[in-house]
């Protein structure tokens, strides 16, 4: 017999709902998992108080100092917004009207406190929301939910937190990560209890923090709320998780910054948008090399005593994966053009005498990057990234690995990076980064599909993805096997650094219900004092290899 769909509310405001919100109300299904069937309309609150005797009570309230510093600080956003908007930075973030969405809706008055911050219903309101039969409330608008409304349905209220509750409880939304410089920036769903960002946690994320306040904002509302439809369709799964047990919150709670905060804030910006500018015109740009060197254990390795590969006039090279055959080994890397602003699959040969550029092994009309190589029944396959023709695909090689032709498609409609393909226990994997959100941020989900043969045109999502969010890990950089274990390299992004360092984990579980790893240790560019980024490392029949990117 199966269930009955959850039925669901989304607390609003009449005025309007956030378009990350409006984009998950405007494009639902019914599933047979959940269903949307209300909305929670918050009235707008009418008062006889003009504007002015508002401001005057809320000076009175808060004091001048902090007046002073939240209007600044809204000047300061709109500004920004402006700005970014005008170069074509900044997508319309503008309030929607729910006139037009076809979900029944019930017009309710909460009680709002004097700050305007804090949200209750009367017992009237109470009873025609429990009139609905609602299983779940999710609140989309409105404040902080105190009091009955948080008891009135079998799973609670949830709600999104912007920001790692662990260590940042409060606001604005991604502020206080661009303020201090912070790599990542966090998102939570917690069950709302009266404890002000203190609820029981279903689910999690951080994803690389944009130093610049308005983008990084919008950034993190857009990732998160892709979310939702997976949240709603896996509820119990994750209500009863306890996945992320509470922990003691020690950090102060964040609130909107002070005057001198601002300009801080302001400084920051504009050291970090200048220098850009400057490199721009000083035509400095990233330029990534790889390097290699002969060891027959990879975590005895030097990553000084390497030999650099010389990047070719126009073009860097990055992402290298290694191969053995007969006495030799094979480097397989991207070769990234400036000038066609397109990468490519070359290759080299490796032996004690030294190196050999063998030439352009996989070219393609579409930008290439990754080119992770494996072997099965004696074949050579290569799975690059393709990401811009939304798919994972591979390739397969002639008997010397000098030229690859495409194969076969394995996953369709993906918006997929890094892929690693592996054989364990009888069963191919693919561990995969993807954005749920589409275009926002590809640096942090980790993904895992799985088949009883590589191919099946049927690879099944694992039960558990995405496997976590988190931008410090989340991509891939590269594979080793060694006498029955298995390393994944995760890269790690920086503050406005992409592939700032990189760490090797192993995994310890990998099944159809399972996924664990444990960190063994991280890789760091410090190697060379030009150096600014590592983001990939791997290592086969004793040979190593990583990446490098310095300023040029």
Known sequence: ?????????????????????????KEHQKT???????????????SKTNSLQKQIRRVNQI???????????????????LTLKIIGKYSDDSL??????SIDKLFVAPNISKSGLIYEYDDNAIQQILSHKVDLIFRAGGGFLKGEILNCCRFGVLSYHHGNNTVNRGGPPGFWEVYHGQPSTGFVVQQLNNELDGGNVIFKGNIATIPIYSLNRQQINKKSSAFLPHIFNNLEQYVNSNAF???????????SPSTMECFYYIFQVTKYSWLKIIKKLASKKIDWSISYQFT????????????????????????????????????????YNYKLKIGKISAWKINKKGHQFIGLVLDEKFHLSFPYVFSHN????????????SEIRIYKANHDLTKWVYHKTLIDNINAVDSIIIQHEKIWWILTTVDTAGSVENNSELHIFYSKHLQSGGWNPHPKNPIFIDSLKGRNGG???EKGSIFRIGQKQGYGIYGEQASIFKITSLTAEDYKEEKICKLSPEFRNQSICLHTFNFEKGLMVFDQAEYK
């Open 245 to 255: 047990p509470s922990i003691p919150y020690y950090h102060k709670l964040f609130k």
């Open 63 to 81: 004091g001048l100092a902090k007046t002073t510093s939240k209007i600044f600080f809204r000047f300061i956003s709109l500004l920004e917004k």
């Open 479 to 481: 594979f080793i096997k």
């Open 378 to 389: 004696n074949q050579h396959y290569m799975c690059p990234e393709t990401k811009q023709i």
């Open 296 to 335: 027959e254990n990879w975590k005895t390795s030097v990553l000084h005593k390497s030999t650099k590969i010389t990047n070719p006039d126009g073009r860097f090279l990055a992402d290298p994966f290694v191969v053995k055959i007969k006495d030799h080994h094979i480097i397989f890397a991207e070769d």
């Open 96 to 101: 929607k009207s729910i006139n037009k969405l």
């Open 32 to 46: 047979e998992n959940y269903i949307i069937t209300l909305l929670i309309v918050n009235k707008k609150q009418d």
């Open 1 to 25: 017999m199966n269930k009955k769909p959850i039925k669901i509310a989304y607390i609003v405001d009449e005025f309007g709902v956030a378009p990350h919100y409006y984009d998950t109300l």
